[in-house]
């Protein structure tokens, strides 16, 4: 089982509607947690930071449930410039340092 | 502002040829990482360095040596590629404390043939 889990979609939605992803972790003892964006053949950027409380940034909404481990990454309002590939990164002790790995994935589609 | 810059951005190699993938960050960053992605795999980890003078395996380290040479570079080196490691590379760095996150360079793409 992969330490990381993405549904890849792909997610295909119009403009101005709401979209949820949700990622699974396996390592209870992960110490944060991230999501990326990657459009196509690019590097991934960093989207948001996710804490435990939840935090949202404009129209992008964030939470982390460590009793469930899993976090999910909200989208309100989606634009065409909305889509993209949105990876999960979830950062676990190993070997005395910090490994980020990574989900697959989620790809978003937003049309007209 | 530079950020992570990785050299060369496209490479061919013949099966057998060895090459080295330059990573250099200016951010001041301990710890640094390469990656390889391919369609439908998502990110995997080859080695990473936690900091200056230290490397270690990722998921995905054969075929592969590394090179912390100083704490603003990391490089990877590909002894006798095979076409298997055709992929797109990213190197990416970040701060050692555990809630920071990483920044990527924009990518090398390797095609082995």
């Known amino acids: 089982r992969k330490e990381v889990e993405q549904d890849p979609g792909p997610f295909n939605v119009p403009e101005g509607a709401t979209v949820a992803f949700n990622c699974t972790y396996s390592?209870?003892?992960?110490?944060?947690f991230f999501w990326y964006r990657q459009d196509c053949r690019k590097e991934p950027k960093l989207l948001m930071s996710v804490y435990s409380s939840g935090n949202e940034d404009g129209r992008f909404t964030a939470q982390l449930n460590r009793a469930s481990q899993y976090i999910s990454l909200l989208i309100r309002d989606s634009k065409l410039s909305d889509s993209a590939t949105y990876l999960c990164v979830v950062n676990i002790i190993g070997g005395g340092s910090y490994i980020p790995t990574f989900g697959r994935g989620t790809s978003l589609i937003v049309h007209p | 502002n530079a950020g992570v810059t990785q050299t060369p951005k496209f490479q061919v190699l013949k099966t057998g040829q060895s090459m080295t993938l330059q990573c250099a960050q200016d951010?001041?960053?301990?710890?640094m990482y390469w990656y390889r992605q391919d369609p439908g795999m998502g990110l995997r980890l080859i080695y990473y360095?936690?900091?200056?003078?230290?490397?270690d395996k990722g998921e995905v380290p054969n075929g592969y040596n590394v090179s912390r040479l100083n704490k603003r570079e990391f490089s990877l080196r590909l002894e006798s590629a095979a076409p298997s490691q055709t992929s797109v590379y990213f190197c990416?760095?970040?701060?050692?404390?555990?809630?920071?996150?990483?920044?990527f360079g924009d990518g090398t793409r390797l095609s082995i043939l």
């Open positions: 951010m001041n960053h301990n710890s």
């Open positions: 360095s936690a900091s200056e003078g230290t490397t």
């Open positions: 390592n209870s003892a992960s110490q944060s």
């Open positions: 990416a760095s970040s701060s050692i404390r555990s809630n920071q996150p990483q920044h």
